[in-house]
């Protein structure tokens, strides 16, 4: 399926090239914050079809903030979940193209640089809203999975984003498909891994799981996302060195999810300070992930620029 991609546009690519870009933070937090309940197990992408203006108005809070990136309210969106609402192929088709205009909606006539759309593809255990992203090992074969990824990747592919996030991946098996997966679709990707005492989720070495993007022509970026800001601190350099690619990275709070009681537990340890040190170790794509708001976002922001300036200075 071609890309709706704009011809002549930009390269994200070249973009990371020419300097760091900062991505948004967490969706679900500022939509949460904003009075919507997100407990269906479509979580955000449940706005898609009920409260897209409310989608539009997170996306604006976060590019306010100084975010580059806005990632859409695709991550928990399949069309098996879809169906559950009595959404069919097409209507799915619609909602997830529905994602990536949002974002381009959220960026439209803004002053200043360009904004980046990246469409948001978690893995197959968040779709299942059961806490399985953080484990990964589902049980199904490779065959399967590619036949529950590559479908939504056509569609969010031929919305025309800038780039296809893969995220929150907890399983080098997992990401493996999800290369081949991406594949032909004319639409750049990155490749980000949770990660847990050095480890994928799934207790792989992220030494392992960083190096399926060095040969990986569609990734352009590889990293960690919703991960302890600790984990990212380790990973950076790691990716960096490993993949020979710029780094993405963005963690989350540092408070720990429940899977049991449905809860953020613990006290939050995310400072916009590291920043300069993830940049510094080869990263390019900088911000944060769930419980990571708009506040500090724009900290963020201020801390990629000064270390911009620093570098140019």
């Known amino acids: 399926m071609e890309s709706a991609r704009a011809p002549g546009a930009p390269d994200f690519a070249a973009a990371l090239a020419a300097g760091p870009l900062v991505l948004d933070g967490g969706l679900s937090n500022q939509l949460a914050a904003a ?34 990136v806005a990632i859409t309210a695709s ?45 948001s593809v978690g893995p197959y255990g968040a779709v299942l809203a059961d806490g399985s992203e953080y484990r990964g090992r589902y049980g199904l074969t490779a065959a399967e999975l590619e036949a529950f990824h590559r479908p939504r990747l056509e569609a969010l592919a031929a919305a025309g984003p800038d780039v296809l996030a893969l995220e929150t991946v907890p399983d080098v098996e997992e990401a ?18 949770g990660a847990a005492g050095g480890l994928t989720r799934a207790g792989q070495p992220l030494a392992e799981a960083f190096a399926l993007a060095a040969e990986a022509d569609e990734v352009v970026a590889v990293g960690v996302n919703c991960c302890a800001p600790e984990e990212a601190d380790r990973a950076v350099p790691l990716a960096a060195r490993v993949s020979g690619k710029p780094v993405v990275v963005y963690p989350n709070s540092g408070e720990g999810w429940d899977a049991a009681a449905g809860a953020w537990c613990g006290a939050p340890t995310f400072e916009a300070g590291g920043v300069a040190g993830w940049l510094a170790a080869g990263a390019r794509l900088v911000g944060g992930c769930c419980r990571v708001g708009p506040e500090a976002i724009r900290a963020v922001a201020a801390e990629a620029a000064e270390a911009a300036a620093g570098r140019s200075g």
């Open 35 to 68: 009075g919507h309940d997100l407990s269906d197990g479509l979580w955000s992408a449940r706005l898609l079809a009920d409260a897209p203006e409310a989608v539009l108005a997170a996306h604006r809070a976060y590019f306010a903030a100084g975010a580059q």
């Open 75 to 119: 991550y928990q969106a399949g069309f098996a979940g879809f169906a559950r609402r009595g959404i069919g192929r097409e209507g799915a088709v619609r909602l997830l193209a529905r994602s990536v205009e949002l974002a381009r909606e959220a960026a439209r006539g803004l002053p200043g640089p360009r904004r980046w759309v990246a469409a």
């Open 176 to 193: 493996r498909v999800l290369l081949r997966a991406v594949r032909g679709l004319g639409v750049p990707a990155w490749l980000s891994f």
